[in-house]
């Protein structure tokens, strides 16, 4: 492995021992801030440094294993000493290859919460049902990874599905995962509406949001106006005559939060600043994200709500992602939530991306 990637593999090493050192520190505890923040650096070097360690260790495994073959005269001390040559250095190309990923800058939102936003777009009911359809696949893969999740607030479509639905979703990694879903889906199919058989093609965006914590936003509740009133159900039908729903409105930014999950108007409250905190910091963040796309010409998870990415073809039951050209016959499959194949082809083919600028491969 090439020097310069050795020296940064040390310089990560002497920065997890540092923040080691500092966590425990009296001044570092009682800051809560600086305390999630170097705690959340801890854990991001802690693989880097495992794998490192791992690395270092069977290069001198190998080198005491050479040392052995030089010295050794005994033939069953050599034959062994060769099968464990053989077997060391199968894993280091593995090893390397598995490093270089690592250390790739990180996207610092990857490990955070997020909201999802399905709304129907072009189809009509159709394009209703589909989304309501991705709202299924997406709470399979959700169920899969054993994340929660929660709708805050949704539109029903007027024959089923939902003209839009928004989720708040939380568990290991969240964000880092599902950003590769925002973008514009598209079904082909007959929809249950045509009397003639034909395929139509209906579409739906999907926008997958960091979720902000108290940290990152600042927001002067002077700014917000708070509307109260009675939420509703299937059908248009009162859930409760009490004025439980919430509507937050954000003067700066126009930015407009309803959340009528909960019955308890403290909870939606709760949940609605939650997402207001996520949309506002997601402005600056969507600039940030623009700026790197616009740099990279293969970015597969720019977060661009208008670019077509995947379309569901149920004729030929089958699926592709137009951004790295995969198609796969599982639409049943990857339909009820099987899409972990897809994201991590995507990771994959992201990680090849960024090892080609940074002149690490």
Request: net charge negative.
């Amino acid at each position: 492995m090439a020097n310069l990637i050795i020296d940064k593999l040390q310089g990560v090493k002497s920065r997890f021992n540092e923040v080691a050192q500092l966590i425990t520190q009296p001044d570092v505890a009682s800051d809560m801030k600086k305390y999630i923040k170097l705690n959340k650096e801890y854990k991001q070097l802690e693989p880097i440094v495992e794998a490192y360690d791992e690395y270092e260790n069977i290069l001198s495994n190998i080198k005491s294993a050479k040392e052995i073959l030089a010295e050794e005269k005994d033939e069953e001390m050599r034959e062994m000493a060769k099968m464990e040559l053989d077997e060391l250095n199968s894993k280091i190309e593995p090893l390397e290859d598995s490093l270089k990923v690592l250390l790739l800058p990180k996207d610092p939102e990857d490990d955070k919460n997020a909201v999802v936003e399905i709304r129907a777009g072009t189809g009509g009911d159709e394009a209703s049902i589909f989304a309501g359809d991705l709202m299924r696949m997406y709470t399979k893969f959700f169920e899969v990874n054993k994340w929660k999740y929660s709708i805050t607030s949704f539109t029903e479509g007027t024959v089923g599905g939902y003209k839009e639905v928004i989720m708040d979703v939380t568990g290991d990694g969240v964000y880092g995962i599902m950003k590769y879903e925002s973008g514009v889906h598209r079904v082909q199919r007959v929809p249950q509406t045509e009397t003639q058989g034909r395929v139509h093609t209906s579409a739906a965006t999907v926008a997958v949001l960091p979720e902000a914590d108290e940290f990152d936003v600042q927001i002067n509740e002077n700014d917000i106006r708070k509307d109260t009133y009675c939420s509703s159900g299937p059908g248009g039908q009162s859930v409760n005559t009490t004025y439980s729903a919430i509507r937050l409105t954000h003067a700066p930014t126009g930015i407009v939060v309803t959340c009528q999950d909960e019955k308890s108007q403290i909870k939606n409250l709760e949940k609605a600043m939650k997402e207001l905190r996520t949309r506002i910091y997601n402005l600056e963040y969507q600039k940030v994200m623009d700026e790197i796309a616009s740099k990279r010409k293969t970015m597969v998870s720019s977060g661009d709500r208008s670019a077509k990415i995947r379309t569901y073809n149920y004729p030929q039951g089958r699926v592709t992602d137009h951004r790295i050209t995969l198609t796969l016959y599982n639409l049943h499959g990857i339909i009820n939530g099987d899409i972990g194949e897809i994201i991590e082809k995507l990771k994959v083919a992201e990680n090849a991306a960024k090892l080609k600028e940074s002149g690490i491969a």
